[in-house]
T-cell receptor, first 113, second 118 residues
Framework: AQSVTQLGSHVSVSEGALVLLRCNYS??????LFWYVQYPNQGLQLLLK??????LVKGINGFEAEFKKSETSFHLTKPSAHMSDAAEYFC???????????FGKGTMLLVSP | GAVVSQHPSRVICKSGTSVKIECRSL??????MFWYRQFPKQSLMLMAT?????????EQGVEKDKFLINHASLTLSTLTVTSAHPEDSSFYIC??????????????FGPGTRLTVL
């Protein structure tokens, strides 16, 4: 069975500050890892994904994440937060290219002026 | 590309009635569609996986007779909440996967449907 742990249900940053959202996973096989963003009352939008290859993955809106197998982590970062980044972020894992996704509980990112 | 729509976006119904939610892939053929339920400030919980032309696979604890899923075509899946009760009030989100386009298990999500049962 797979699982995802997102540390911190809420993360607050100031505009322009570094964004760091933490995600740790558990998987018995090499994982496929995803970060999604959800704005209020909307569906999920894929930010980035790791499948194989380069462990540093760049996504949309300036976000990136690094797959660290030794730490079983896939933390999401952005060098400089914008007000428009305020949303809920979900980390997800699957154990193959065709299986279902397991989501973390989400982290709400709050950006203050 | 890879747009998924849901209809309606919001629905309010009386207890005991049935509600149908549609999920459509607008620009691709979805061999597999997923239905999720999301409670306020919580994560997405997978309810069922539906493959075109076959019966849906429900997750443990999800009542098949209450949440009817039909995936009659490669672009449409429907979720019917039968005899809805207030505890069924939730945000329902569908996603679709196209094995031709979405390799590595990428799912494309709809905007969600807010169901309120009075």
């Amino acid at each position: 069975a797979q699982s995802v742990t997102q540390l911190g249900s809420h993360v607050s940053v100031s505009e322009g500050a570094l964004v760091l959202l933490r995600c740790n996973y558990s998987s018995s096989v090499p994982p496929y890892l995803f970060w999604y963003v959800q704005y209020p009352n909307q569906g999920l939008q894929l930010l980035l994904k790791y499948t194989t290859g380069a462990t540093l993955v760049k996504g949309i809106n300036g976000f990136e994440a690094e797959f660290k197998k030794s730490e079983t982590s896939f933390h999401l970062t952005k060098p400089s937060a914008h007000m428009s980044d305020a949303a809920e972020y979900f980390c997800a894992v699957s154990d193959s290219g065709y299986s279902t996704l397991t989501f973390g509980k989400g982290t709400m990112l709050l950006v203050s002026p | 590309g890879a747009v998924v729509s849901q209809h309606p976006s919001r629905v309010i119904c009386k207890s005991g009635t049935s509600v149908k939610i549609e999920c459509r892939s607008l620009d691709f053929q979805a061999t597999t569609m997923f239905w999720y339920r999301q409670f306020p400030k919580q994560s997405l919980m997978l309810m069922a996986t539906s493959n075109e032309g076959s019966k849906a696979t429900y997750e443990q604890g999800v009542e098949k007779d209450k949440f009817l899923i039909n995936h009659a075509s490669l672009t449409l899946s429907t979720l019917t909440v039968t005899s809805a009760h207030p505890e069924d009030s939730s945000f329902y989100i569908c996603s679709a996967r196209d094995l031709k386009r979405g390799e590595y298990n990428e799912q494309f999500f709809g905007p969600g449907t807010r169901l309120t049962v009075l």
